[in-house]
């Protein structure tokens, strides 16, 4: 299956670019179960102005001070989105913002009209208790596309195959069926790969710090044992209808055939959210 995905998308080796900074793997930590890769703490000194607050730090700028700040502010997360890991607010004010803290609001709602009107991306609040952002290409949303309907590169191809086998089996997966079936299309994660090298550091940290997966530990069991659900950055970019028409011609099946996740993949994406995220609990 795995070999299907990579060749339907007729990626060649001359097209394929490895991430050299990711190799060394990151410590992380445990939230509610759930490894999460260690951040920064949200800054507990800063706290969301309000319009006043936001209207009287305008006037101790000019209006080109805040068009200057406002395109440090985008080009910080495009830089930062470039390996898919969501740009916490405690680094944006620290790092970027600083002293125009008190204008936060103003140059957030600039920097989302940037990205809106000239990039074609949409900015997105996927954690708002610890205020993390995604960028989305919006121009493929609206078609109803999204960037991995149609995997363009190998790990985005294994990415693809983990996603699909947790929305086919309800969105929960025991992690031994994942790893199982990746032995099966011949990605061993104990061994190493030619294409993603450690696959279980892949799947596991890069994977879950992008937040496209979440790899959560099973309460009470010896030994410890993890389940994989989908990230909040995959229910927001990945379409599981495509997801499910993939899997009706792999199994040369009509997609209706799966008659619940059918109905999931073709409902709204609030509902659809909401079914997941209720399975998962």
């Known amino acids: 299956m795995f070999s299907i995905v990579v060749t339907r998308q007729r990626v060649t080796m001359t097209q394929r670019k490895r991430l050299s900074n990711t190799q060394n793997t990151p410590q992380s930590r445990r939230q509610h179960g759930t490894l999460v890769a260690e951040e920064e703490d949200d800054d507990p000194t800063f706290t969301q102005p309000s319009s006043s607050q936001v209207q009287r730090g305008l006037e101790r ?3 080109a001070q805040v068009d200057q700040k406002t395109a440090e502010v985008v080009q910080y997360f495009l830089m930062k989105d470039q390996k898919k890991i969501p740009i916490r607010r405690a680094g944006l004010v620290k790092d970027v913002v600083k002293e125009y803290r008190n204008i936060y609001p103003e140059i957030m709602k600039r920097a989302e009209r940037l990205f809106d009107q ?3 991306l949409k900015l997105v609040e996927i954690d708002k208790k610890n205020h993390m952002y995604i960028l989305i290409n919006k121009l493929e949303t609206v078609e109803g596309s999204s960037p991995i309907n149609t995997p363009t590169s190998p790990k985005m191809g294994l990415l693809f195959v983990i996603l699909s086998i947790i929305f086919m089996k309800g969105g929960v997966v025991r992690e031994n069926l994942i790893w199982n079936t990746l032995k099966k299309l011949r990605v061993d994660p104990g061994e190493k790969h030619e294409e993603f090298g450690d696959v279980k550091r892949v799947v ?4 879950v710090r992008q937040r496209y997966l979440e790899y959560v530990r099973i309460p ?8 994989f659900h989908w990230g909040q950055r995959a229910e927001e970019e990945v379409s599981k209808a495509k997801i499910l028409e993939f899997m009706g011609q792999l199994h040369e099946q009509d997609p209706q055939s799966w008659s619940q996740q059918y109905r999931e993949a073709h409902s709204t994406p609030s509902s659809s959210q909401a079914s997941t995220r209720s399975q998962q609990r």
Do not use: I
Request: net charge negative.
């Open 118 to 120: 000239v990039f074609g």
């Open 204 to 207: 596991t940290d890069e994977f």
């Open 61 to 63: 700028f000019t209006p």
């Open 220 to 227: 009470h069991t010896e030994p410890v044992e993890h389940e």
